[in-house]
């Protein structure tokens, strides 16, 4: 299975940015498409952002357009959420998911492997 390693979060202020990394230590996910997901407490998880296997294709929430970008580089074997102009409402916890699909998928039962996640939390 493949285990997934969330980092970059952490405190920022309204209209700040905060970049998040996904790594796969040890195994590679070039061919999956690859999402965020985020939970704040007491809601259900949610779509953030996917990007195909190529990164030619991608998928973003009508919440965060605009403001977030996900990007890959497979080099690196690490996916990338770029969060800019962030809002109160994004706080949450931050999950990085492979999914075999061949598009990137919105749904978080099309993903297979997740990440621990980790704590975004902008203050307003």
């Known amino acids: 299975q493949v285990q997934l390693v969330e980092s970059g979060g952490g405190l920022a202020q309204a209209g700040g940015s905060l970049r998040l990394s996904c790594e796969a230590p040890g195994r590679t996910f070039r061919a999956n498409v690859m999402g965020w997901f985020r939970q704040a407490p007491g809601k259900e998880r949610e779509f953030v952002a996917a990007?195909?296997?190529?990164?030619?294709?991608?998928n973003y929430a009508d919440s965060v357009k605009e403001r977030f970008t996900i990007s890959r580089a497979s080099a690196k074997n690490t996916v990338y959420l770029q969060m800019n102009s962030l809002k109160s409402e994004d706080t949450a916890v931050y999950y990085c998911?492979?999914?075999?699909?061949?598009?990137?998928?919105?749904?978080?039962?099309?993903?297979?492997?997740w990440g621990q996640g980790t704590q975004v939390t902008v203050s307003s």
């Open positions: 990007i195909s296997w190529d990164g030619g294709i991608t």
């Open positions: 998911a492979a999914s075999s699909f061949s598009y990137p998928t919105l749904t978080p039962y099309d993903y297979d492997h």
